[in-house]
């Protein structure tokens, strides 16, 4: 946690959803058909697990992982529309909880829409391929966030994606501290950023100029 994260924070229940398995129909409208259960379970933050579309090309496995987005400004059409998420998060916060969306932007899957039109803003191979830097996660390639165009379109995007709930970005190295900092104001956006860190000091020095004062930002920035 950030130094200065609320320590009220430390009492809240959270609830993680994967909306896939959650139940048979494997949609937004039945997470929330279900919501006012959940909320009497005392729980007071909503955590789903990527909501995105997912990559066809290396796919791993028949439905893919959730982490290889392929559009972070789309919602995975087997879960239903922009509209079916929209009406899940008002019931969240109507029944007074906060609500989390888990992203990845530290990369992408193959075939996204960043890779088809930005394929100057990822890390490159040798050979001038895409790749990434952990080889066994064969279905992803890397962002790079030495291209400064790059770190505005995402800024952007944290406010589509957060701009009236929270952000839990996994793998980290570079955007963890994204998102945090910009919830902090400058896209307009409050809200609970929380991080996940896979190692290297860089993310020290990264996120150290971003604010914070430990690797993991998670940070009370208003209510949401």
């Known amino acids: 946690m950030a130094w200065d994260t609320s320590k009220a924070l430390r009492q809240q229940v959270m609830y993680c959803v994967y909306v896939r398995q959650y139940s048979k129909e494997g949609t937004f409208e039945k ?8 909320r ?44 079916d998420f929209d009406r899940l998060a008002d019931e969240v916060h109507r029944l007074g909880m ?9 990369h992408t899957s193959p075939d996204s829409w960043l890779a088809q039109n930005h394929p100057e ?9 895409f790749g990434n830097r952990i080889g066994e996660w064969s279905d992803i390639i890397d962002l790079d966030y030495n291209q ?28 963890g501290f994204l998102a945090a900092r910009t919830a902090r104001g400058k896209s ?21 100029r971003a604010g ?13």
């Open 98 to 106: 906060r609500l989390i969306i888990d992203v990845v932007y530290n």
């Open 31 to 38: 997470v929330r058909e279900d919501l006012t259960r959940i």
């Open 148 to 175: 400064p165009e790059l770190w505005d379109y995402q800024i952007e995007d944290v406010g589509f994606n957060g701009g009236w709930f929270s952000l839990r970005c996994g793998a980290a190295c570079a955007a």
């Open 188 to 208: 307009g956006t409050a809200g609970l950023p929380v991080a996940e860190r896979i190692g290297g000091a860089g993310i020290h020095a990264r996120q150290s």
């Open 40 to 83: 009497d379970l005392g729980v007071d933050i909503l955590w789903l697990l990527p909501i995105h579309p997912i990559g066809k090309t290396c796919r791993k496995g028949v439905l893919g992982s959730p982490y290889a987005i392929r559009d972070y400004r789309a919602v995975n059409e087997e879960y239903g529309t922009m509209q």
């Open 121 to 129: 803003w990822f890390y490159h191979k040798a050979d001038g391929s």
């Open 212 to 224: 914070y004062g430990q690797p993991v930002g998670q940070r009370d920035l208003s209510g949401v």
